[in-house]
């Protein structure tokens, strides 16, 4: 009963109900109220209700009068007007139909009665309303308005208006009075009101619950899409914040770019002016001698006498001769400089934005349980997998999934690539052995099951075969080398020669033979390709290096000679290229190792003294900035850099993982940006795997018997010289 007034208010005039008539989804309006808003806003002959939006049908030719009574808010208003009668109002009397403001209410006969049909009533008390209740609407207490609320309606047939319905027509389903039993419902079963409401009213309770049940589902709903709406709104805000940085990270990479290339550009410039200077200074000096000379000729031949032309005439032909054999410097470098964009700014995007999160406990990773072997590339997959709702359309949907493995710094060339079934490859390559940790992340949400721990052992490195000599044979292999198109030399000691196969194996030709004359080789140890026509050999016994065509074997030039000084050798053993074509040669029993122009001229000399001090060095190669050298007596590698100074040492003597003994061959297996150090440990018989750092990684699993020379091939393959076997092996 409390807040009555809202209760017969219609929510369309905002005044008290008139005619009050409900609606299919059970809201109550005044029929005049709810006909004008259905007419003006019906589509198709369908409205919505004011109060919940559901869409309701307009009755049959627009009798709206014929639509369900509310009796209810007809009680309500009942209600509501004997109240107002406290405040003086007038309330009409049920018998009489005069309006009153002292009334008076009978409950059993459920009707108002003015003062002088009240005193009729309880004329006739004894004879027809004995019992009867009959109270001052003024003097209502809270439980009479709940009665008057309940009470009985009259009958709505012609000539039964004063009749209250108190049964109730099962056949028809209909309230009826006593005069309605007793004519047209007379064969028909009926019960009392009370009885059939009572019985309904269970129903009506079960099925509340039901729909109470439901209204509670759209509560949660509704709350659920008001979270929604939040994160919603703090999922964008996060998103643009996001864009915003990574435009920042983007622009400042750019910057630092940008910084980086005109530094590089400006060095540019400063090398080329100090070489146009350097060239222009010479030509200058050129120029002056020959001012000079034609000034000193031209004094002498008109100035001078006859005797000092003739006496100076030997010095000055021999002037003449050496300004002539003097070439002018050519220009050292040319004026086009030019720089040349590589990025596509039309196709550029900083990411993607995506509306469907991914079901992080049905994405899986899969490929982890391979055996992961140190320096080697392992690969995995990720398949994303979205929400079951979204299942169907899940190849449309793009992500961004992100892979970190700790620790960060024994992984290199970490890579995530999309397939074209959606799905992503992972590849990297573990520096060392141990136990690895992978977290996986699809677009920002790490997996259920992340993070993954996998284990990566030591690489045991397949001797897969023998290279197929097509009937040749060697007596004595020692170096390898390969060039770019997959041409292999071989080094053969005893038999005084460098013999060249192709990349099936098949002998091309033989440069050399014995002998001390040019072209002619004495114990030949290794080899290095200059390029793919020109190859230098080292030389045991005669102490020097040649250089020789490789396609006719012709002599092209050599240098060095038995001896202790620079440029001199006392039995070479190795010899390669660093990053800028010199050449570096294991000077073995000079215990040191020599790094010499591409003329022979002496550049660097390091390993005879010092902390680095090397014994009997039988190998040595260049690497990013670092020499590293087979100290084969000492039983170890050393690593020096590229001035020659001592950095640190690899390896120990002994048979263990990690330990040498008489180290000789030495090559740089590139697996993408990683480098693997392969090391000929060759009184060990086997060939030993080293991170650059020194780390012990890995080994060959069939014992091989000397291995003396290694190199790796374009096709990836590794090959490697068998002194005692007199063969070619090939690893994998």
């Given at each position: 009963?409390?807040?009555?007034?809202?209760?017969?208010?219609?929510?369309?005039?905002?005044?008290?109900?008139?005619?009050?008539?409900?609606?299919?989804?059970?809201?109550?309006?005044?029929?005049?109220?709810?006909?004008?808003?259905?007419?003006?806003?019906?589509?198709?002959?369908?409205?919505?209700?004011?109060?919940?939006?559901?869409?309701?049908?307009?009755?049959?030719?627009?009798?709206?009068?014929?639509?369900?009574?509310?009796?209810?808010?007809?009680?309500?208003?009942?209600?509501?007007?004997?109240?107002?009668?406290?405040?003086?109002?007038?309330?009409?009397?049920?018998?009489?139909?005069?309006?009153?403001?002292?009334?008076?209410?009978?409950?059993?006969?459920?009707?108002?009665?003015?003062?002088?049909?009240?005193?009729?009533?309880?004329?006739?008390?004894?004879?027809?309303?004995?019992?009867?209740?009959?109270?001052?609407?003024?003097?209502?207490?809270?439980?009479?308005?709940?009665?008057?609320?309940?009470?009985?309606?009259?009958?709505?047939?012609?000539?039964?208006?004063?009749?209250?319905?108190?049964?109730?027509?099962?056949?028809?389903?209909?309230?009826?009075?006593?005069?309605?039993?007793?004519?047209?419902?007379?064969?028909?079963?009926?019960?009392?009101?009370?009885?059939?409401?009572?019985?309904?009213?269970?129903?009506?309770?079960?099925?509340?619950?039901?729909?109470?049940?439901?209204?509670?589902?759209?509560?949660?709903?509704?709350?659920?899409?008001?979270?929604?709406?939040?994160?919603?709104?703090?999922?964008?805000?996060?998103?643009?914040?996001?864009?915003?940085?990574?435009?920042?990270?983007?622009?400042?990479?750019?910057?630092?770019?940008?910084?980086?290339?005109?530094?590089?550009?400006?060095?540019?410039?400063?090398?080329?002016?100090?070489?146009?200077?350097?060239?222009?200074?010479?030509?200058?000096?050129?120029?002056?001698?020959?001012?000079?000379?034609?000034?000193?000729?031209?004094?002498?031949?008109?100035?001078?006498?006859?005797?000092?032309?003739?006496?100076?005439?030997?010095?000055?032909?021999?002037?003449?001769?050496?300004?002539?054999?003097?070439?002018?410097?050519?220009?050292?470098?040319?004026?086009?400089?030019?720089?040349?964009?590589?990025?596509?700014?039309?196709?550029?995007?900083?990411?993607?934005?995506?509306?469907?999160?991914?079901?992080?406990?049905?994405?899986?990773?899969?490929?982890?349980?391979?055996?992961?072997?140190?320096?080697?590339?392992?690969?995995?997959?990720?398949?994303?997998?979205?929400?079951?709702?979204?299942?169907?359309?899940?190849?449309?949907?793009?992500?961004?999934?992100?892979?970190?493995?700790?620790?960060?710094?024994?992984?290199?060339?970490?890579?995530?690539?999309?397939?074209?079934?959606?799905?992503?490859?992972?590849?990297?390559?573990?520096?060392?052995?141990?136990?690895?940790?992978?977290?996986?992340?699809?677009?920002?949400?790490?997996?259920?099951?992340?993070?993954?721990?996998?284990?990566?052992?030591?690489?045991?490195?397949?001797?897969?075969?023998?290279?197929?000599?097509?009937?040749?044979?060697?007596?004595?292999?020692?170096?390898?080398?390969?060039?770019?198109?997959?041409?292999?030399?071989v080094a053969d000691g005893e038999r005084h020669c460098i013999?060249?196969?192709?990349?099936?194996?098949?002998?091309?030709?033989?440069?050399?033979?014995?002998?001390?004359?040019?072209?002619?080789?004495?114990?030949?140890?290794?080899?290095?390709?200059?390029?793919?026509?020109?190859?230098?050999?080292?030389?045991?016994w005669n102490h020097r290096i040649q250089q020789l065509s490789?396609?006719?074997?012709?002599?092209?030039?050599?240098?060095?000679?038995?001896?202790?000084?620079?440029?001199?050798?006392?039995?070479?053993?190795?010899?390669?290229?660093?990053?800028?074509?010199?050449?570096?040669?294991?000077?073995?029993?000079?215990?040191?190792?020599?790094?010499?122009?591409?003329?022979?001229?002496?550049?660097?000399?390091?390993?005879d003294n010092g902390p680095g001090k090397l014994n009997h060095?039988?190998?040595?190669?260049?690497?990013?900035?670092?020499?590293?050298?087979?100290?084969?007596?000492?039983?170890?590698?050393?690593?020096?850099?590229?001035?020659?100074?001592?950095?640190?040492?690899?390896?120990?003597?002994?048979?263990?993982?990690?330990?040498?003994?008489?180290?000789?061959?030495?090559?740089?297996?590139?697996?993408?940006?990683?480098?693997?150090?392969?090391?000929?440990?060759?009184?060990?018989?086997?060939?030993?795997?080293?991170?650059?750092?020194?780390?012990?990684?890995?080994?060959?699993?069939?014992?091989?018997?000397?291995?003396?020379?290694?190199?790796?091939?374009?096709?990836?393959?590794?090959?490697?010289?068998?002194?005692?076997?007199?063969?070619?092996?090939?690893?994998?």
């Amino acid at each position: 009963m409390q807040d009555l007034k809202h209760h017969v208010t219609c929510s369309i005039c905002l005044d008290t109900f008139t005619e009050p008539k409900t609606i299919a989804c059970l809201h109550t309006f005044c029929c005049e109220c709810l006909k004008k808003h259905a007419l003006t806003s019906q589509r198709n002959g369908k409205f919505r209700c004011p109060e919940c939006q559901a869409e309701v049908a307009v009755p049959e030719a627009n009798r709206f009068d014929k639509l369900p009574t509310s009796f209810h808010h007809n009680s309500l208003l009942s209600v509501l007007a004997v109240r107002q009668s406290g405040d003086g109002s007038e309330i009409s009397c049920g018998i009489c139909k005069k309006k009153s403001a002292e009334i008076s209410y009978c409950f059993e006969c459920a009707k108002f009665l003015c003062s002088d049909c009240e005193n009729a009533h309880e004329l006739f008390r004894n004879a027809a309303f004995e019992g009867h209740k009959v109270t001052p609407v003024k003097k209502f207490q809270p439980q009479d308005y709940e009665a008057l609320l309940k009470r009985q309606a009259n009958c709505s047939q012609k000539y039964h208006e004063r009749e209250l319905m108190r049964f109730f027509c099962i056949e028809c389903q209909t309230c009826v009075c006593q005069i309605c039993i007793a004519t047209n419902h007379k064969t028909h079963e009926v019960e009392p009101l009370d009885k059939a409401a009572d019985d309904e009213k269970s129903n009506i309770l079960a099925r509340t619950e039901s729909i109470t049940e439901k209204s509670k589902v759209c509560s949660d709903a509704i709350h659920e899409n008001e979270e929604t709406e939040c994160q919603l709104e703090a999922n964008i805000a996060s998103a643009k914040l996001k864009v915003s940085q990574a435009a920042d990270q983007l622009v400042a990479k750019i910057r630092e770019r940008e910084r980086e290339d005109i530094a590089a550009i400006e060095n540019t410039r400063v090398l080329r002016m100090e070489q146009l200077n350097s060239a222009k200074t010479q030509v200058q000096s050129l120029a002056r001698q020959l001012n000079q000379a034609v000034e000193f000729a031209n004094d002498l031949a008109q100035r001078s006498a006859s005797s000092h032309i003739l006496q100076s005439k030997k010095n000055l032909q021999e002037r003449f001769e050496d300004l002539h054999e003097t070439p002018v410097p050519a220009l050292p470098v040319s004026s086009f400089v030019k720089f040349v964009p590589n990025c596509a700014p039309e196709n550029f995007s900083l990411g993607f934005t995506t509306t469907s999160k991914p079901d992080v406990n049905r994405s899986t990773v899969e490929g982890l349980s391979q055996d992961y072997q140190a320096g080697v590339e392992g690969e995995f997959v990720v398949r994303p997998k979205m929400y079951e709702e979204e299942k169907e359309d899940e190849v449309k949907y793009k992500h961004h999934v992100e892979v970190l493995m700790r620790p960060a710094d024994k992984i290199e060339r970490l890579m995530t690539c999309e397939k074209e079934d959606g799905n992503f490859q992972v590849r990297f390559v573990p520096k060392e052995p141990g136990s690895f940790h992978i977290t996986v992340k699809i677009d920002g949400e790490e997996l259920l099951t992340s993070p993954f721990t996998v284990q990566v052992h030591e690489r045991l490195i397949q001797v897969v075969g023998e290279l197929d000599l097509k009937g040749k044979s060697f007596q004595k292999p020692y170096g390898i080398a390969v060039n770019s198109k997959g041409l292999i030399a071989v080094a053969d000691g005893e038999r005084h020669c460098i013999l060249i196969f192709d990349k099936g194996g098949k002998c091309v030709r033989k440069l050399g033979c014995y002998g001390k004359s040019a072209g002619q080789l004495n114990y030949p140890t290794d080899a290095a390709f200059l390029d793919d026509d020109n190859i230098l050999v080292v030389e045991q016994w005669n102490h020097r290096i040649q250089q020789l065509s490789v396609h006719t074997g012709n002599f092209v030039k050599s240098f060095g000679k038995k001896g202790t000084r620079d440029g001199e050798f006392c039995n070479p053993m190795s010899i390669s290229l660093d990053d800028e074509g010199r050449v570096v040669i294991a000077d073995c029993n000079n215990h040191r190792v020599q790094v010499l122009s591409k003329d022979g001229e002496p550049v660097l000399i390091f390993g005879d003294n010092g902390p680095g001090k090397l014994n009997h060095p039988s190998g040595c190669i260049f690497d990013k900035n670092n020499f590293i050298v087979s100290d084969s007596f000492n039983n170890c590698l050393k690593v020096f850099d590229s001035s020659g100074n001592f950095l640190y040492k690899i390896g120990e003597p002994g048979s263990g993982d990690g330990q040498l003994r008489f180290p000789w061959g030495l090559c740089i297996e590139h697996c993408g940006s990683h480098r693997n150090l392969l090391v000929c440990n060759c009184n060990n018989g086997r060939v030993d795997q080293f991170t650059m750092e020194g780390c012990f990684t890995g080994k060959t699993v069939s014992m091989l018997q000397r291995p003396t020379g290694i190199t790796t091939t374009p096709e990836g393959q590794i090959l490697v010289a068998d002194l005692t076997a007199k063969n070619m092996c090939v690893l994998k």
